[in-house]
């Protein structure tokens, strides 16, 4: 499953998208462009640089609620900084209510309980660095490009995974209803977490029922919240965790690095990978710009919801209970219990030329020698993103060598000069003695 589909009626083949996927995910045949689901990692990179809007994060429909007895929304720090002038977060969270949620639960509160237990983590024979496991997008990125990064991957369950266990438990404990008849929303601002939500990469079975998307519940949130008074919260720093470098800030003195967007992320991927001893404790990575509020599902400027969160967290910081300390709500034992993953990360990588090792190593041959046949400009014409990729495209049988424009060019003036082969350098020679 994936989160990001194409409206093939709106896409012109124009090739940008292929050049902005991290993963070689998109390729154009036929004049459109085709996502290959295995490669995807629900980034949105490709859905930020459509310029006629082919591409388009897809989440679950928000009126699933109705579906049970007892619903509860997730909202997603983010969302706190998508509107303009709230003063009180509390606002939404009764706002939501209003939707017809029968609670809220925040995964800010989830988000301060990850960073307490991270905390503890950190010196404890742990690797340099630890890697945040927040992001699903860099954890599907982590397993697919950098095997040796794995073991650094914190190994703790997100805030959010962490929020819907709790909610749905506290829920079937109060209400005395089944589990299955209490419904969990996550409200998302990316289409990696609501992938995750129905194929979670460390748990056995999703936790989360339905990820909407932030911004339809932000047009129904509007009209509510001018008449809605603000209801008490829980949860106080986890704001943070919505912007780049908010989760660092909580853990204290740890010599941590914040790099958002996935450019940014893979250069620092490659930098570490197969480092033995790294000076920072902390790595926190986020696949948007600006972390979280960067989400193609979000509707803000991300650096101005960034700004209004930073002025919230200071507030609530600030307040008259900011001593409180809200992960007291459950022992430390308890959460700790909680926010451990079910399985492990594997590697899984995503160009598998066969299942054969040796058959495997030919076709490997066969790539380096097309890929010396071909231009080496990866301009992106022939539709896969870069020359190396156009080989192995062609071994696979999925495109024709013939797909390279150049080389095509070459043919054909190869052939309109009686089969001599002329050199670019002796092409352009001839072209400007016509030209004059």
Request: hydrophobic residues 40%.
């Amino acid at each position: 499953m994936i989160s990001v589909r194409l409206d093939p009626e709106k896409c012109r083949g124009c090739t940008i998208c292929i050049k902005r996927c991290p993963t070689e995910a998109i390729r154009v045949r036929s004049g459109r462009a085709k996502i290959i689901k295995e490669r995807c990692i629900d980034c949105g990179n490709c859905v930020r640089s459509c310029y006629y809007h082919a591409k388009v994060a897809v989440a679950d429909p928000l009126s699933r609620v109705s579906d049970f007895t007892h619903s509860i929304a997730l909202p997603a720090p983010s969302l706190f900084g998508q509107f303009k002038n709230l003063e009180d977060p509390g606002v939404v969270l009764r706002a939501l209510l209003g939707m017809g949620f029968s609670e809220v639960f925040e995964p800010a509160l989830a988000a301060e309980m990850i960073s307490a237990l991270t905390a503890s983590k950190l010196g404890k024979n742990a690797p340099k660095p630890l890697v945040s496991s927040a992001c699903p997008a860099v954890l599907r990125l982590i397993t697919q490009r950098f095997p040796n990064m794995i073991p650094h991957v914190l190994d703790l369950i997100s805030p959010a995974e962490l929020a819907a266990k709790l909610a749905r438990g506290r829920a079937v404990a109060r209400t005395g209803l089944r589990p299955r008849d209490v419904g969990v929303f996550f409200i998302s601002p990316c289409p990696a977490k609501v992938t995750e939500s129905h194929q979670p990469s460390r748990l056995d079975a999703p936790v989360i029922d339905y990820a909407v998307s932030m911004s339809e519940v932000y047009f129904k949130l509007l009209p509510l919240m001018k008449r809605s008074q603000a209801m008490p919260r829980a949860a106080r720093d986890g704001l943070r965790w919505a912007f780049s470098g908010g989760e660092s800030r909580l853990l204290g003195d740890a010599r941590c690095a914040f790099v958002g967007g996935l450019d940014n992320v893979i250069g620092m991927l490659e930098t570490l990978d197969g480092e033995e001893d790294s000076e920072l404790d902390y790595l926190e990575l986020g696949a948007c710009p600006g972390g979280c509020v960067g989400g193609c599902l979000t509707v803000e400027n991300p650096f101005t919801a960034a700004a209004r969160l930073r002025r919230l967290a200071a507030a609530a910081a600030s307040g008259p209970d900011a001593g409180a300390s809200p992960v007291e709500v459950f022992s430390q034992d308890f959460i700790a219990e909680q926010a451990k993953p079910a399985r492990e990360l594997i590697y899984t990588p995503t160009t598998i030329l066969d299942r054969d090792v040796g058959r495997a190593m030919q076709k490997l041959r066969q790539v380096e020698e097309l890929k010396e046949r071909l231009p080496g400009l990866d301009c992106g014409s022939c539709g896969a993103p870069g020359c190396h990729a156009l080989a192995e495209d062609v071994i696979l049988g999925w495109a024709e060598e013939s797909d390279c424009i150049f080389n095509v060019r070459d043919g054909v003036e190869y052939a309109a000069n009686d089969g001599i082969y002329l050199p670019p350098p002796f092409r352009r020679r001839k072209d400007d003695e016509q030209a004059l």
